[in-house]
């Protein structure tokens, strides 16, 4: 239910702060008061979008915020589902900058444009003369059979069904799309398979390649020089080993008469030892270093068959090109298991097919069986409001197969005249049938939903006098069961009000500014007298209008 309304820098609205109650509310006022814009104020904070030409003040931001009372509505799930708070009262919040930004809150949380519209929606339907065309629309009147049916659990689970189903249409025909491609590609990628599986690559084969063939190709020069140093290590009479032999033995001799020159002696001997060492892997070397010609053909011809491969591949090294195998290996290991894939999805499919279609009959004939109860509380409700001649047929055919809304399609046809056969309402009903028919069947619907708040924008057009009075007891019986507001030029709806609500405009230093405010019983009296009398109150006016007000 909508406690309060504050508006700041709102087209003519500068600050507005304005609370509501339970019951049938009413808001009155002269033709360019203002009434539509507050509606447009509201209809800002349960989720429309919204631009810089509502600032009345350019140089600051516009400010709307509502706040709602939401205990009883079962909204807790939509909370925990948003990661908000919940709480018995909730705050709804837009906010518009100067550079047409528009921030959207929930008790003071920055939340997304689409969370605030969801919650909205939970709240509050506003209704406007616009809003007559969705009587026409196939969604909107299924949507008052499941509302009737009361099939709305129903209908969410079997939106849950069909996304299900339809996505998994989709992945089995992505799958199918895919299986197509791999059998088309099959051939090639087994080639490329089969060139880098025969050339059994290993990692860092490249590079062992590359330094042998660079030995190879200055063999004769590593050899020559091998044999220098190792000559002059050991094989000439004034070799370093032959000197060093003998430097050790001269400085053991001394050691006996210095004490330090025993550790020196001792290094002079491991340095004896390592060049020893270094001498015996020369010569190993320079031994195993002999130029193969066939040796240095093949490897180069290997090295030119990665270095083909690598540029084939766009890569740059061995590590690259057998990941590529590995990958082209699962590739086609994937393509001998599409199938088995593809008929595992298509059993899914037909599986929940089967189940949606199962879902969408019992669905079916929980609205079908409604249908007779609609049509006759409608023309009852119809009767009521004047119509007497008036007749209305729910026209029902099912679908071959189930779609997002289930096998039904309906069809309101609608006559409001004795003699006048029945054809699709926008063809048959004028503005003031249309108003008094969806006032029957927002009433209607409204005493299964739950819906805190209803707010009809001049529901009366097109009536006046005693039916007036009538669409005003109507909307008082909605109010019983949940809050009603109601912007009107009539009256006798007027005089039915729990609460009377009044806008004006007034003309501040060459600006229009609206304003609104709850009227007191007097004030109620004079504002529906003037109704009564345009303007003028005569003392008969004065009298009806206590006697709307009594009754």
Same mark, same amino acid.
């Given at each position: 239910?909508?406690?309060?309304?504050?508006?700041?820098?709102?087209?003519?609205?500068?600050?507005?702060?304005?609370?509501?109650?339970?019951?049938?509310?009413?808001?009155?006022?002269?033709?360019?008061?203002?009434?539509?814009?507050?509606?447009?104020?509201?209809?800002?904070?349960?989720?429309?979008? #919204?631009?810089?030409?509502?600032?009345?003040?350019?140089?600051?931001?516009?400010?709307?915020?509502?706040?709602?009372?939401?205990?009883?509505?079962?909204?807790?799930?939509?909370?925990?589902?948003?990661?908000?708070?919940?709480?018995?009262?909730?705050?709804?919040?837009?906010?518009?900058?100067?550079?047409?930004?528009?921030? #959207?809150?929930?008790?003071?949380?920055?939340?997304?444009?689409?969370?605030?519209?969801?919650?909205?929606?939970?709240?509050?339907?506003?209704?406007?003369?616009?809003?007559?065309v !969705?009587?026409?629309?196939?969604?909107?009147?299924?949507?008052?059979?499941?509302?009737?049916?009361?099939?709305?659990?129903?209908?969410?689970?079997?939106?849950?069904?069909?996304?299900?189903?339809?996505?998994?249409?989709?992945?089995?025909?992505?799958?199918?799309?895919?299986?197509?491609?791999?059998?088309?590609?099959?051939?090639?990628? $087994?080639?490329?398979? @089969?060139?880098?599986?025969?050339t059994?690559?290993?990692?860092?084969?490249?590079?062992?390649?590359?330094? $042998?063939?660079?030995?190879?190709a200055?063999?004769?020069?590593?050899?020559?020089?091998?044999?220098?140093?190792?000559?002059?290590l050991?094989?000439?009479?004034?070799?370093?080993?032959?000197?060093?032999s @003998?430097?050790?033995?001269?400085?053991?001799?001394?050691?006996?008469?210095? /004490?330090?020159?025993?550790?020196?002696?001792?290094?002079?001997?491991?340095?004896?030892?390592?060049?020893?060492?270094?001498?015996?892997?020369?010569?190993?070397?320079?031994?195993?270093?002999?130029?193969?010609?066939?040796?240095?053909?093949?490897?180069?011809?290997?090295?030119? +068959?990665?270095?083909?491969?690598?540029?084939?591949?766009?890569?740059?090294?061995? $590590?690259?090109?057998?990941?590529? =195998?590995?990958?082209?290996?699962?590739?086609?290991?994937?393509?001998?298991?599409?199938?088995?894939?593809?008929?595992?999805?298509?059993?899914?499919?037909?599986?929940e097919?089967?189940?949606?279609?199962?879902?969408?009959?019992?669905?079916?004939?929980?609205?079908?069986?409604?249908?007779?109860?609609?049509?006759?509380n409608?023309?009852?409700?119809?009767? /009521?409001l004047? +119509?007497?001649?008036?007749?209305?047929?729910?026209?029902?055919? !099912?679908?071959?197969?189930?779609?997002k809304?289930?096998?039904?399609?309906?069809?309101?046809?609608?006559?409001?005249?004795?003699?006048?056969?029945?054809?699709?309402?926008?063809r048959?009903?004028?503005?003031?049938?249309?108003?008094?028919?969806?006032?029957?069947?927002?009433?209607?619907?409204?005493?299964?939903?739950?819906?805190?708040?209803?707010?009809?924008?001049?529901?009366?057009?097109?009536?006046?006098?005693?039916?007036?009075?009538?669409?005003?007891s109507?909307?008082?019986? +909605?109010?019983? !069961? +949940?809050?009603?507001?109601?912007?009107?030029?009539?009256?006798?709806?007027?005089?039915?009000?729990?609460?009377?609500?009044?806008?004006?405009?007034?003309?501040?230093?060459?600006?229009? $500014?609206?304003?609104?405010?709850?009227?007191?019983?007097?004030? =109620?009296?004079?504002?529906?007298?003037?109704?009564?009398?345009?303007?003028?109150?005569?003392?008969?006016?004065? !009298?009806?209008?206590?006697?709307?007000?009594?009754?």
């Amino acid at each position: 239910m909508l406690q309060k309304l504050t508006i700041e820098n709102y087209v003519l609205i500068d600050h507005l702060e304005i609370e509501f109650h339970e019951g049938l509310s009413v808001i009155t006022g002269e033709t360019g008061a203002g009434k539509s814009i507050l509606l447009g104020a509201l209809s800002l904070i349960v989720g429309q979008r #919204a631009d810089t030409g509502v600032l009345w003040d350019t140089s600051r931001k516009c400010i709307v915020e509502g706040t709602f009372l939401i205990r009883d509505y079962s909204l807790e799930s939509f909370f925990k589902n948003n990661e908000l708070d919940f709480d018995e009262t909730a705050i709804l919040r837009r906010e518009i900058s100067q550079n047409g930004k528009s921030r #959207a809150f929930i008790n003071d949380t920055p939340i997304h444009l689409a969370q605030l519209k969801e919650l909205g929606d939970k709240l509050v339907n506003i209704h406007s003369q616009n809003d007559i065309v !969705t009587l026409n629309e196939t969604n909107f009147q299924l949507a008052v059979l499941d509302n009737y049916a009361k099939t709305l659990g129903d209908i969410q689970k079997y939106h849950t069904l069909f996304s299900l189903y339809i996505q998994l249409t989709k992945d089995l025909d992505e799958l199918v799309q895919t299986e197509i491609r791999s059998r088309q590609e099959k051939d090639y990628d $087994r080639f490329l398979f @089969d060139e880098l599986e025969v050339t059994a690559l290993k990692e860092g084969e490249q590079e062992e390649i590359e330094q $042998r063939l660079e030995i190879l190709a200055h063999a004769e020069e590593i050899k020559t020089n091998l044999y220098k140093a190792s000559q002059t290590l050991s094989a000439i009479e004034s070799s370093i080993l032959s000197q060093l032999s @003998d430097l050790v033995n001269n400085i053991r001799h001394l050691s006996r008469f210095h /004490k330090e020159l025993t550790g020196i002696a001792e290094r002079l001997s491991s340095n004896q030892i390592d060049l020893k060492d270094i001498n015996s892997e020369i010569e190993r070397i320079g031994q195993e270093i002999v130029f193969d010609p066939a040796e240095s053909e093949t490897l180069a011809n290997r090295l030119d +068959m990665i270095y083909r491969l690598e540029k084939k591949h766009a890569v740059s090294s061995v $590590r690259d090109l057998i990941q590529i =195998r590995q990958g082209l290996e699962k590739k086609l290991l994937d393509v001998f298991t599409l199938d088995e894939r593809i008929e595992e999805l298509k059993k899914q499919v037909r599986h929940e097919s089967e189940e949606l279609s199962v879902f969408a009959g019992k669905i079916s004939m929980k609205r079908k069986k409604v249908i007779p109860a609609i049509e006759n509380n409608i023309v009852s409700l119809l009767v /009521k409001l004047g +119509m007497p001649d008036a007749k209305i047929l729910v026209e029902h055919t !099912t679908l071959e197969e189930p779609g997002k809304d289930g096998i039904d399609r309906v069809r309101f046809l609608f006559s409001a005249n004795k003699g006048v056969n029945l054809d699709e309402i926008s063809r048959i009903a004028s503005g003031g049938e249309l108003s008094r028919l969806m006032l029957s069947i927002k009433s209607l619907i409204s005493q299964n939903n739950l819906l805190p708040t209803i707010i009809f924008d001049e529901i009366d057009s097109g009536v006046s006098g005693e039916i007036a009075g009538k669409v005003g007891s109507i909307l008082r019986k +909605m109010a019983g !069961t +949940m809050q009603v507001i109601v912007i009107t030029h009539q009256p006798q709806i007027a005089g039915k009000g729990d609460l009377h609500y009044l806008v004006y405009k007034i003309n501040e230093n060459n600006v229009a $500014r609206t304003y609104m405010k709850l009227l007191s019983k007097e004030e =109620r009296i004079l504002e529906i007298a003037k109704m009564l009398s345009n303007e003028k109150v005569t003392e008969s006016a004065y !009298t009806t209008a206590k006697e709307l007000l009594t009754n």
